[in-house]
């Protein structure tokens, strides 16, 4: 079993950045894919990021490009979500997900954290 914990989520203005962190506890931590997805009020849980077991492989949604960036630390047992030039859209509760092989899609997630939620302010 694999446990994830997000945490760094608050409120921002919009134009500022967050770093959102997501712990995980379990075995092989590094054996897993990571994803980033989002769900705001009203609407289905978004695809946001994804990065490979090494780290050396990511892939964003269109509307976070160049804006967002998703790392890991295999040591530490951590992901990390980079989201700078945060717009109101980006508002929303933010989940960190793990998978055997990656994918954009989060119905290929085993396993999610509990949320945390990033308020825009503008």
């Known amino acids: 079993q694999v446990q994830l914990v997000e945490s760094g989520g608050g409120l921002v203005q919009a134009g500022g950045s967050l770093r959102l962190s997501c712990a995980a506890s379990g075995r092989t931590f590094s054996n897993y894919a990571m994803g980033w997805f989002r769900q705001a009020p009203g609407k289905e849980r978004e695809f946001v990021a994804y990065?490979?077991?090494?780290?050396?492989?990511?892939y964003y949604a269109d509307s976070v490009k160049g804006r967002f960036t998703i790392s890991r630390d295999n040591a530490k047992n951590t992901v990390y979500l980079q989201m700078n030039s945060l717009k109101s859209e980006d508002a929303a509760v933010y989940y960190c997900?793990?998978?055997?092989?990656?994918?954009?899609?989060?119905?290929?997630?085993?396993?999610w954290g509990q949320g945390t939620q990033v308020t825009v302010s503008s």
């Open positions: 990065i490979m077991w090494s780290g050396g492989s990511t």
């Open positions: 997900a793990a998978a055997r092989w990656p994918s954009a899609s989060a119905n290929d997630y085993g396993y």
